[in-house]
Nanobody, 119 residues
Framework: QVQLVESGGGLVQAGGSLRLSCTAS????????MAWFRQAPGKEREFVAA????????LYADSVKGRFTISRDNGKNTMYLQMNSLKPEDTAVYYC????????????WGQGTQVTVSS
């Protein structure tokens, strides 16, 4: 079991930046692949980015490639999402997720943090 807590959301103007953090409980953080998903009002939750346990493998949704960067610090049990050149369509609740397997399907979820991008 792993518990996840997101932070760093907020309101930002289009073109601005935010950095989200996700801190995990437990002593086996590096054995989990981690990911970010988001859900906009009235839409289904969608994959944003993922990172393998070692940090060597990364995946991105096409909509965020070149603008968002996923990273992790296993010594701090924390994963990050650096979001640059934000657009109004990036507005959503962002969720942190963890799983033993690296990919696009995850078993453990945080409560989410709101990101709002104004035009």
């Amino acid at each position: 079991q792993v518990q996840l807590v997101e932070s760093g959301g907020g309101l930002v103007q289009a073109g601005g930046s935010l950095r989200l953090s996700c801190t995990a409980s437990g002593r086996t953080f590096s054995s989990y692949a981690m990911a970010w998903f988001r859900q906009a009002p009235g839409k289904e939750r969608e994959f944003v980015a993922a990172i393998s346990g070692s940090g060597g493998g990364k995946l991105y949704a096409d909509s965020v490639k070149g603008r968002f960067t996923i990273s992790r610090d296993n010594g701090k049990n924390t994963m990050y999402l650096q979001m640059n050149s934000l657009k109004p369509e990036d507005t959503a609740v962002y969720y942190c997720a963890a799983d033993r397997h690296f990919g696009r399907s995850y078993d453990y979820w945080g409560q989410g943090t709101q990101v709002t991008v104004s035009s």
